[in-house]
């Protein structure tokens, strides 16, 4: 673990945990457009919050299996730096986004297995960055954000191929070992900072930053 571990914060709903992620040193920090979410935000609060955060950290928004009004609507409420892909979107599609937007494209790849995280090999020279997260429970209704870990040593075989942030039950307790047993380079964290879900807590997103970067 190193102080150059850049971290993400994702699914920020208020200005109070925009500033308290910005502050504490946050490399990333994610808007979620995604209704079943219970970190959504409207484009009005995207304005918003992205406004607070242009130019202090790269802004990131994650979208589902989005369509192309959906992606309009995103980019001119909030004008990202990054769209992340969150569902099932196939490396065409991805192509097709990242080419139609000229926006770097971020592709979450949900990982259970090493034989999961292999998939992460068809977006190579596709996608600018892989997000390796929990694959979630079957029930859910969302695919990310249920803060469950996933077995770090499954990307060992995939890790060194692509460029990737690592996600999935982060928390400031396990994030330090996490970084040890994949040499991450940049972590994404979103229930792992709250105090109950879609609800952020500023002292834990400071905790959590602190912890990622080793200071």
């Known amino acids: 673990m190193t102080a150059s571990t850049k971290v993400k914060i994702c699914g920020l709903?208020?200005?109070?945990?925009?500033?308290a992620a910005l502050a504490s040193g946050a490399d990333y920090v994610g808007l979620v457009f995604f209704p079943p979410s219970p970190r959504n935000v409207s484009p009005q609060a995207a304005h918003t919050l992205a406004a607070k955060a242009r130019g202090r950290a790269k802004i990131v928004a994650l979208l589902v299996d989005p369509d192309d009004a959906v992606i309009e609507t995103v980019i001119a409420s909030a004008d990202p730096d990054i769209l992340q892909l969150h569902g099932d979107e196939t490396p065409e599609r991805v192509e097709e986004i990242r080419r139609r937007w000229g926006k770097p494209v971020m592709k979450a790849i949900k990982v259970e297995t090493a034989g999961d995280a292999e998939a992460a090999l068809g977006f190579h020279g596709i996608a600018d960055l892989i997000l390796f997260d929990a694959r979630a429970p079957e029930e859910s209704t969302r695919p990310g954000g249920n803060g469950a870990p996933f077995d770090w040593r499954a990307l060992l075989g995939v890790k060194d191929q692509v460029r990737y942030m690592l996600s999935g039950g982060l928390t400031l307790d396990n994030v330090a070992e996490a970084i040890r047993i994949t040499g991450a380079a940049i972590v994404d964290v979103s229930s792992g900072v709250e105090s109950r879900p879609g609800e952020k807590d500023p002292?834990?997103?400071?905790?959590?930053l602190r912890a990622a970067k080793g200071v």
């Open 13 to 19: 709903k208020t200005e109070a945990a925009m500033e």
């Open 203 to 208: 002292e834990l997103i400071r905790r959590f």
